[in-house]
């Protein structure tokens, strides 16, 4: 029987540790017991909760090493990434929760108009959503599941968790981190590929957060909408960076390069297009193709599947038949490159790319690639940059590199994407108090933030009326006079009728309230 799971390593194809995939017959029966416990989990104090998960914490600070290797054997990334982008973060995310939580989930007193509910209280409370499944990808297999399952367990969910096929061994790792920390059934994992987390999301739970490509993005959505469950979709991206004639070309050019490569490309965030000035694009493209040269094999890693490979290389060749330059890469030429892409059968190394480009036509330049290339188009204005880069399908982050910081921020409102960094790209993400979300394809979950715990929890408002009248005024029956009172009390709330109309209003509202208490 083929494996459901990666199998091979894509640094050298070396056989992976075996992986024990969960049999989907079981998923329903795993769904109730996280049912079952979640009650208990909710009623607990959220100091209790707290003091729970600040072991899991120290356990992925104490464990950085193995973590950032286990990582790296699975998914290729280096090892110092892992390091930066996956293990510390994963602590501040841990840190960020544990601070804020109790006062985000505190009770809201709301203001009640006191002549108009007398003798009412009404409060807002916040309440764990109740099963939540978390369904990830691959790209970043430890940090990203637990910017969600923290904060979902903190809130008081019980939290179903479902790796990537691809990184089921980096899952298994964020499971180890929970393991024993938690009442049984709070914290589950599952292995399995499409057809577990299709499971999961018709099974009976009462939240799906997902993070992965927009085709299965809309499986989950259309199996979410049969049942009514909500679903937070976190999916593809294809972010531009606009350059603008006065921008600090050394820094501008060392975090594209960087912004482009990290992870090899293999990043929603990633830069995917460069728009540059034409006054600054000579030597902006040679500051990059110059920095991208200076890679080595230790700092871009391989692609972590042979699709992944395939789609990049498809790409960049498509690009180059419709008349696009390559600078340097593209993975055919170059035999002393450690990166080469074509004759290593073992690795899916693809060397990183620059690409110049002349229009916006190609799948380089409008589908995710993923991949660690950097197309650049010259444009003639700010403004055309501004129009290209908000004509993609996608709206993830988009950075714009200028010494005017005011400029920057002007550009920045007109951007169509849920995070914008002026001088800077995609680290975002690595901020727990700062929200990540989309527009179009890219979807409409919100990941980080107090704005994450809209998704994880639902409002319940509790109204409280100490009156002792027999009645309240709206009450039946329906009589002329309180249709007297609701014609004046429009007119009293009017902002266009005059004193005169406001004072008669006055005196047919106390008659009216005389007549109806009669
Ligand atoms: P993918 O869609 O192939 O898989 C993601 C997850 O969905 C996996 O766990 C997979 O098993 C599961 N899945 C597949 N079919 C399913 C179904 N019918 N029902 C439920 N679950 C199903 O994506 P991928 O290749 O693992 O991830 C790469 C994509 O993720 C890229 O498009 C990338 O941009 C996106 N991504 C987005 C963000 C973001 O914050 N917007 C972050 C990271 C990755």
């Not at 499971?199 to 909408?225: H, I, M």
């Not at 690639?369 to 129009?387: C, E, L, N, Q, R």
């Not at 690595?430 to 527009?439: N, R």
Request: hydrophobic share 45%; net charge neutral; with cysteine.
């Amino acid at each position: 029987m083929t494996s459901a799971f990666s199998t091979v390593s894509p640094i050298d194809g070396s056989a992976l540790p075996d992986v024990a995939a969960t049999p989907i017959g079981e998923i329903d029966e795993l769904v109730a017991k996280a049912r079952l416990a979640q009650r208990a989990w909710a009623d607990k104090s959220v100091a209790d909760r707290i003091a729970a998960l600040v072991p899991a914490r120290d356990r992925v600070l104490d464990r950085a090493e193995a973590i950032a290797k286990k990582i790296h054997d699975e998914v290729g990334k280096p090892e110092v990434e892992a390091l930066l982008g996956e293990v510390l973060p994963s602590a501040d995310v841990f840190n960020y929760w544990s601070e804020s939580i109790e006062e985000l989930l505190e009770q809201r007193e709301i203001d009640l108009d006191k002549l108009s509910y007398p003798g009412k209280h009404g409060v807002i409370h916040r309440e764990a959503r109740g099963v939540v499944v978390v369904i990830m990808p691959w790209n970043f297999p430890f940090a990203l599941p637990l910017r969600t399952i923290v904060p979902a367990l903190l809130a008081g969910n019980a939290v179903v968790f479902k790796p990537s096929e691809v990184s089921p061994r980096c899952g298994a790792l964020v499971a180890e981190i929970f393991d024993k920390l938690l009442p049984e059934g709070v914290f589950t994992i599952v292995q399995g590929g499409g057809d577990a987390g299709a499971a999961l999301c018709s099974a009976d739970v009462d939240l799906v957060v997902f993070t992965g490509s927009v085709a299965s993005g809309r499986k989950v959505a259309r199996a979410c909408a049969e049942k009514l469950v909500p679903c937070s979709l976190e999916l593809g991206g294809k972010d531009a960076a606009i350059v603008l004639a006065d921008a600090n070309l050394e820094r501008a050019a060392n975090g594209i390069v960087w912004g482009a490569m990290m992870n090899a490309g293999q990043n929603c965030a990633a830069i995917e297009r460069v728009y540059v000035e034409a006054s600054v694009a000579k030597e902006l493209t040679e500051k990059i193709v110059a920095a991208t040269k200076a890679l080595r094999a230790e700092d871009v890693g391989p692609l972590t599947t042979s699709a992944q490979r395939a789609i990049v290389a498809r790409h960049v060749s498509g690009a180059k038949k419709g008349g696009a330059e390559v600078l340097v890469g593209g993975g055919e030429d170059d035999v002393e490159s450690p990166y080469r892409a074509t004759s290593d059968e073992k690795g899916y190394a693809y060397a990183p790319t620059v690409v110049a480009v002349a229009d916006d036509e190609s799948d380089l330049m409008r589908e995710e690639t993923f991949g660690p290339v950097v197309p650049i188009a010259t444009v003639a204005s700010a403004d055309d940059a501004v129009k290209r880069a908000n004509a993609s399908k996608y709206g993830l982050t988009a950075s714009v590199w200028t010494k005017s910081a005011k400029r920057g921020e002007e550009i920045a409102k007109r951007l169509r994407a849920g995070v914008v960094t002026i001088n800077n790209h995609s680290f975002t993400g690595a901020i727990p108090a700062a929200p990540w979300s989309g527009h179009g394809e890219t979807g409409y979950g919100i990941t980080n933030s107090a704005l994450a715990l809209e998704a994880l929890t639902r409002p319940r408002f509790v109204l409280v009326d100490r009156s002792r009248g027999k009645k309240e005024l709206w009450w039946y029956p329906y009589t002329p006079a309180l249709r007297t009172i609701a014609l004046a009390m429009a007119v009293l709330r009017s902002g266009t009728a005059g004193l005169f109309a406001k004072v008669g209003a006055f005196f047919r509202l106390l008659g009216g309230f005389s007549k109806r208490w009669k």
